[in-house]
């Protein structure tokens, strides 16, 4: 058997999560508590931890407990910079599965249907530390930001009181004379064309630099002068699960190439 490396729970834990266990038997009989209602179980999952105490009913101290030893285990297995959704499956299943928190939490958990405080107060601990994380790491990218430089616009000539010159007489050349293209025939946004010329091609992931706000060249200017490493961490973080480390790595250095 492989070991996790997890602690397990102290006695005195461990004797009032059975206590607890028997006393909800001898309470409600058999009858386990049911899982939450999906829009429920999302509103505990944002709440705080109070909402789940009282879906569990349970103590606050037994609560302490209970929770120690899923974050203990969390710490050993789980990326807790990460969603729940963002696990690795195997992983996931390992921590569902671990022996050491089974033999910890069978008894306490045998009152809850499919043993659902674990996801829940998971997904509720994951959320937060990831959310805390980001919103840092955010913040920080916003200090790098370079700031917008002022754009002085000057006045017209009709506004100096400067005569136009007279317009030229005869018609307008035919329009195949004038040096212009619309933005259409011109080939597309200008980042996705970017993303067009890193290899392998990156085009198909234009909605989700849109979603993350970048959705122009001016954007790209921005990301570009962050430094390789903070670019990296930036990508990592945003679009693993969606970019591959080698589609990641080949951004990184095509906008260090960028003039």
């Known amino acids: 058997m492989v070991s ?14 059975q206590n607890h266990s028997n006393e909800a038997a001898t309470d409600g009989g058999n009858c386990p508590i049911p899982r939450p209602t999906p829009g429920d179980f999302r509103r505990l999952v944002s709440g705080p931890q109070e909402n789940i105490i009282r879906a569990m009913d349970v103590s606050q101290s037994v609560f302490e407990d209970f929770k120690k030893v899923l974050r203990d285990q969390a710490v050993m297995l789980l990326d807790c910079e990460r969603f729940l959704h963002e696990q690795a499956p195997d992983i996931w299943a390992i921590y569902l599965t671990s022996p050491q928190a089974r033999e910890t939490l069978a008894s306490f958990l ?3 249907t499919d043993a659902w405080p674990v996801e829940l107060y998971i997904e509720h601990y994951l959320s937060k530390k990831t959310y805390a994380k980001r919103h840092a790491f955010r913040a920080k990218m916003t200090r790098l930001r370079p700031a917008l430089k002022t754009v002085h616009v000057k006045s017209s000539a ?5 005569s136009m010159p007279p317009a030229p007489g005869g018609p307008p050349p035919p329009y195949e004379d004038h040096d212009f293209v619309q933005p259409d025939a011109a080939g597309g946004n200008d ?3 970017f993303l067009k010329t890193v ?8 909605p989700a630099f849109e979603e993350l706000g970048i959705s122009s060249e001016a954007d790209l200017v921005v990301v570009r002068s962050w430094p390789p490493a903070v670019r990296k961490d930036f990508f990592e ?23």
């Open 4 to 17: 996790t490396g997890m602690k397990p729970a102290p006695i005195g834990s461990a004797s009032r999560m």
């Open 158 to 162: 009709s506004e100096r009181g400067v």
């Open 110 to 112: 045998s009152k809850y």
């Open 199 to 206: 290899n392998p091609d990156l085009s198909h992931l234009f």
């Open 237 to 259: 973080r945003e679009l693993m699960g969606r970019m591959s480390a080698l589609q990641i790595q080949a951004l990184n250095v095509k906008l260090g190439e960028m003039i």
């Open 191 to 193: 980042l996705e064309n």
